[in-house]
């Protein structure tokens, strides 16, 4: 063999080495695709909001109360929690499928209600709820949606609605909007109990945030660094609360606090008469949500409510408000089966979820997880994050030695 030989032989070998290590990802054209497809955890997601949203809506979605104590205790608490895995339990068919308020949910998750969803992106509530549709479970609309009861129920026919009331002072518009609910099909009512004032959001004061974002000097630096949202947020309609438009305050035609247009509206002389009161003009299940003590959850039960949502509402009214995830136990000991329990407040992964239910909660609610979502790729993100979600509780499932969730018991976890 000649030397020039040889050398074609050594280059060939080396050509093959690279080859079989060598692997090139096709090149994805689509952004939001190649954006998501690097999104590993919810942290991703979070990150990607951060990058995507002008400084004032990322942090009116990811802010908290004050010192925002309890929004890091929520999160805090479940990485406490330790698993207790058992093994050769034979989970080679897993099943993450449970039931709630007498229907049946492919894995325990509800999307709790957030407010003003459309400053995020403009395709708000209507892609969170096509997106809860698709992956089969329920989506909780709220008062303050930035799209109303029939778009919603127009955009996701197939969906689970459910609806979340405050009680406003004009007890006529709450009656309204109930009724409307239940002829668009929304099986549910939602009542939330922990905002008798709206807790202080102090990144919101810093930030000047009000809804409909107004422009300022500030307003237009931030918006002009952050071209992708301005140009979507420019294009679409106008941000309204779709829900009581035309009803004072807030209405799409002036740009108001967000603290003193529902300060203005709530009705802190809420009482426990005012269940009864939404048991006369709501036939469905009503779930309490905001739920602190077990005091209260034990008088909840009492009322007859089919279940109770445990919250701080993500930390952002109370601050140093106790921690879900820590009283679903002693709940759950208090009224037993007589209503059933949602954890709500700092999931971010399908592990919290597992924790939750194996402390005796039904299921989990999660809001910041579909803002990021939303934040980060539309309708598309929120389907990233209930697929992510989805496998995380499939796989724990496995590593815990539990095939069914009602193999999910209190021994698997600290
Ligand atoms: C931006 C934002 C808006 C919210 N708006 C509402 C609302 O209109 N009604 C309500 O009952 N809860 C509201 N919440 C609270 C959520 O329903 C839920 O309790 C909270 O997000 C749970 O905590 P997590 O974000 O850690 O999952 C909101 C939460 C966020 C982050």
Redesign the pocket.
């Known amino acids: 063999m000649t030397l020039v030989d040889q050398w074609v032989e050594r280059v060939k070998r080396m050509i093959a080495t690279m080859r079989s290590v060598m692997r090139f990802r096709p090149i994805e054209l689509d952004p939001v695709v190649r954006r998501l497809a690097r999104a590993a955890d919810v942290s991703d997601l979070r990150r990607l909001a951060r990058r995507r949203l002008p400084r004032g809506v990322f942090d ?2 990811d802010g908290g109360a004050e010192d925002e104590v309890t929004l890091a205790a ?2 805090d608490a479940f990485r406490r929690i330790e698993f207790r895995p058992r093994v050769l339990r034979d989970v080679g068919n897993v099943d993450p499928s449970t039931t709630l308020l007498g229907r049946p949910l492919p894995f325990p998750l509800v999307l ?5 969803p459309r400053s995020v992106h403009p395709d708000g509530d209507i892609a969170t709820a096509r997106a809860a549709a698709r992956a089969g479970i329920p989506y ?1 609309l ?3 949606g930035t799209y109303s009861i029939e778009e919603v129920a127009d955009a996701a026919p197939t969906g689970t609605h459910w609806f ?1 009331v ?1 009680v406003w002072r004009d007890r006529g518009l709450l009656k309204e909007m109930i009724t409307r609910a239940g002829a668009a099909g929304f099986e549910a009512l ?1 009542l ?1 109990v922990d ?1 008798a004032r709206l807790g202080r959001r102090e990144r919101d004061v810093r930030r000047g945030f009000t809804m409909p974002p107004k422009l300022g000097i500030g307003t237009l630096v931030d918006g002009a660094l952050h071209p992708g949202w301005t140009w979507q947020f420019l294009r679409a309609e106008p941000i309204r609360f779709a829900n009581v438009v035309g009803r004072g305050v807030g209405d799409g035609t002036d740009a108001v606090s967000v603290a003193d247009y529902i300060n203005h509206q709530f009705d802190p002389s809420l009482s426990w008469r005012d269940v009864d009161w939404l048991r006369g003009v709501w036939d469905g299940p009503i779930v309490i ?1 905001g739920i602190q003590t077990v005091d209260d959850a034990r008088i909840a039960a009492d009322t007859g409510v089919e279940a109770i949502a445990l ?1 701080n ?4 009214q109370l601050d140093s408000a106790p921690v879900p995830i820590e009283l679903v136990e002693p709940v759950a000991q208090a009224v037993g089966d007589r209503v059933e329990i949602i954890c ?4 971010r992964r399908g592990g919290d979820i597992l924790k939750a239910v194996a402390r005796g909660a039904r299921a989990c ?5 579909h ?1 990021y979502g939303l934040a980060a790729g539309g309708e598309r993100g929120i389907d990233h994050v209930l697929h992510m979600l989805d496998r995380d509780v499939r796989r724990t499932m496995a590593l815990i030695g539990a095939a069914t969730m009602k193999d999910v018991s209190r021994d698997l976890v600290s």
């Open positions: 009116y979605i929520n999160t709790a209600p957030t407010g003003f909780t709220s008062t303050l979340q405050y939602v939330t905002t949500k919250s509402h993500g930390g952002r709500d407040g700092g999931v609610m999660a809001g910041r997880v803002l």
